[in-house]
């Protein structure tokens, strides 16, 4: 959650209260039921002579409709109806149709703000007279579906923070609102009842309960910040102890620039395949030196502080920004083995070892032969930009450069994954893979973009040889 400082969130739409009591929020997903529920009933009435492929390509049609409709009006919500919508389009593509993954991933964090006189309100009811030692700019910096961020200034010392304001109720609106959800997905006849999806909404309830806790947040942000104390190409906020608690979060301002700046793709394609680098090598120690990660992937987690050329000319490096540390998810050393597996068979391009590798899990140990085959060619396509240029011939041409490094905007290897994965499922049978590995490798996609944006050039040796 991070806004470019120069681009304030002044021009939003602004709200004076939030929807948080269990009755509003039953009262607006009733009505959502209801309307759902009349389109659903008026489109079957009015299909009734059509025939079969009419019939199928006007209910494909009234699918998208609904589930854009669905993703408006939670969208209205904010909170953690947002945050489950968010979760589950991130997520869920093997449990939810494609029309309501696609549709649930327009629900955006960059929503209307909560007005001012009620953050106040919140800021006055948990700091007390604490909150007169601070001068908070009434206008965000960022908005999310659970907080919004306030820049502000500590008076006895001059030092800027910034305060994770959390809207109030959300954290107690956890339970009902994903009783609510999964309500609504059951009425939109849009999502089969499967223990599958059950599975998914306890999963995100144990998130979400970890999210809203700024508590574990701050100790998880102050473990990554003393990690990385000592790694100049890094920065993570320090947490002010004295202005935090379970659902505020205050810490240093750490100005910088968006992913997607134009400031950013100014700079020379050195600098760039350095941010780049230092992007995917911290995913790399998250799991193979830590064991936990960051699992959202939003671009809005990263800023670029960016240093003027003289410094940079003086030594001075551009820095990545890592902020929100809400979204963390520990592994346990049975996965973390089946991953330096993974890891090992994809450097060295070996389908073999790859195969060898896919063991110790439900989701690998019940494969057929068949499957085992290609799900290992999948992920030796996946692990493309992992592997040593000599042992893969498989890299397209113009995905190395004259120095040997992967250069990420050429591969288009997301769409060649969605294809071959698409193809693996419908070609054999396929049992939902562990959420963890679903988790990380929406950090591969999320990273696997951001690289891409950036048009970054990347050394596999660098990457990979640390951890074999």
């Known amino acids: 959650m991070a806004n470019e400082p120069s681009k304030p969130s002044n021009n939003k739409q602004s709200i004076d209260n939030l929807k948080t009591s269990g009755f509003e929020r039953r009262l607006s997903i009733a009505k959502t039921s209801l309307n759902i529920g009349r389109r659903w009933a008026g489109n079957s009435v009015s299909g009734m002579f059509l025939d079969k492929k009419a019939r199928s390509a006007r209910n494909q049609v009234f699918m998208e409709e609904q589930a854009n409709y669905l993703a408006e009006e939670l969208g209205k919500l904010k909170g953690s109806v947002v945050k489950i919508g968010q979760m589950l389009a991130m997520y869920g593509e093997h449990v939810l149709p494609p029309e309501i993954t696609r549709a649930l991933q327009t629900l955006n964090d960059d929503t209307a703000t909560l007005a001012w006189p009620k953050i106040e309100q919140t800021l006055q009811r948990i700091l007390g007279d604490k909150l007169n030692e601070l001068e908070v700019d009434p206008i965000p910096i960022g908005t999310a579906s659970l907080a919004q961020v306030h820049r502000a200034t500590v008076l006895s010392t001059g030092e800027q923070v910034v305060l994770k304001v959390q809207y109030p109720g959300v954290a107690d609106a956890i339970d009902s609102d994903l009783a609510l959800f999964k309500r609504l997905l059951k009425v939109s006849n849009a999502v089969p009842q499967t223990r599958s999806l059950d599975a998914w909404f306890e999963e995100i309830r144990d998130l979400l309960r970890n999210e809203v806790d700024y508590e574990v947040e701050a100790a998880t942000t102050e473990r990554f910040y003393e990690r990385l104390l000592t790694d100049p190409r890094y920065v993570v906020p320090k947490i002010n102890r004295t ?103 994809g450097y060295y391009h070996n389908h073999t070892a790859m195969m060898a590798a896919m063991t110790g899990y439900e989701f690998f140990d019940s494969m057929s032969d068949e499957v085992r085959v290609n799900v290992a060619s999948l992920f030796l396509l996946a692990t493309e930009p992992f592997s040593h240029p000599a042992t893969n011939p498989d890299i397209p041409e113009n995905c190395l450069d004259a120095g040997q490094r992967y250069v990420w905007a050429n591969s288009k290897l997301h769409s060649r994954l969605s294809a071959s994965a698409t193809q693996a499922m419908q070609s054999f049978e396929f049992n939902l893979p562990p959420k963890e590995f679903m988790f990380i490798s929406r950090k591969f996609i999320g990273a696997y973009t951001f690289l891409t944006v950036i048009d970054a050039h990347t050394n596999s040796d660098r990457l990979v040889k640390p951890y074999l």
Not at 248 to 274: D, F, I, K, W
Not at 314 to 320: A, H, S, T
């Open 243 to 345: 202005y935090s608690s379970k659902r505020l979060l205050c810490m240093t301002y750490e100005p910088g620039v968006t992913v997607t700046s134009e400031a950013l793709q100014e700079l020379s394609s050195e600098r760039l395949n350095a941010i780049g680098q230092a992007a995917i090598e911290i995913m790399m120690q998250e799991i193979f030196v830590w064991g936990e990660m960051q699992t959202d992937p939003n671009f809005g987690n990263y800023l670029v502080h960016i240093s003027d050329n003289d410094a940079h000319d003086n030594g001075e490096i551009d820095k990545l920004i890592l902020l929100d540390f809400g979204a963390i998810r520990q592994f346990d050393n049975t996965l973390l083995t089946i991953a330096h597996g993974l890891l090992r068979a």
